[in-house]
Nanobody, 124 residues
Framework: QVQLVESGGGLVQAGGSLRLSCAASERTFTGYGMGWFRQVPGKERDLVAAINWSGGVTYYTDSVKGRFTISRDNAKNSLYLQMNALKPEDTAVYYC?????????????????WGQGTQVTVSS
């Protein structure tokens, strides 16, 4: 079975930092685009950041630009999200996801594989 497993979430005060990791069981799923999404109960799931197969192209939603950095290490089948200057508004469950084919990184429907999520809570 394909697995994407997130880790690194937790409790942090506003202004603090966290680094999320996502471990993939198959290189196949890290060979294309990967992304981080977040969701608050009762709200839609939104794309936070995405990265292409080589790491040379990245996307960030406006609210996290300058604060978050997405990266990947294909040799380790891993995806990362460095989150700095965290705000209470960043509180959510964060999910990693992988595309099954080469598609536009911003298309949520193109992400076929999903992790179980990791909780990030930023206190004020």
């Amino acid at each position: 079975q394909v697995q994407l497993v997130e880790s690194g979430g937790g409790l942090v005060q506003a202004g603090g930092s966290l680094r999320l990791s996502c471990a993939a069981s198959e290189r196949t799923f890290t060979g294309y685009g990967m992304g981080w999404f977040r969701q608050v109960p009762g709200k839609e799931r939104d794309l936070v950041a995405a990265i292409n197969w080589s790491g040379g192209v990245t996307y960030y939603t406006d609210s996290v630009k300058g604060r978050f950095t997405i990266s990947r290490d294909n040799a380790k089948n891993s995806l990362y999200l460095q989150m700095n200057a965290l705000k209470p508004e960043d509180t959510a469950v964060y999910y990693c996801a992988a595309q099954r084919l080469l598609r536009d990184l911003t298309l949520q429907g193109s992400y076929a594989y999903w992790g179980q999520g990791t909780q990030v809570t930023v206190s004020s």
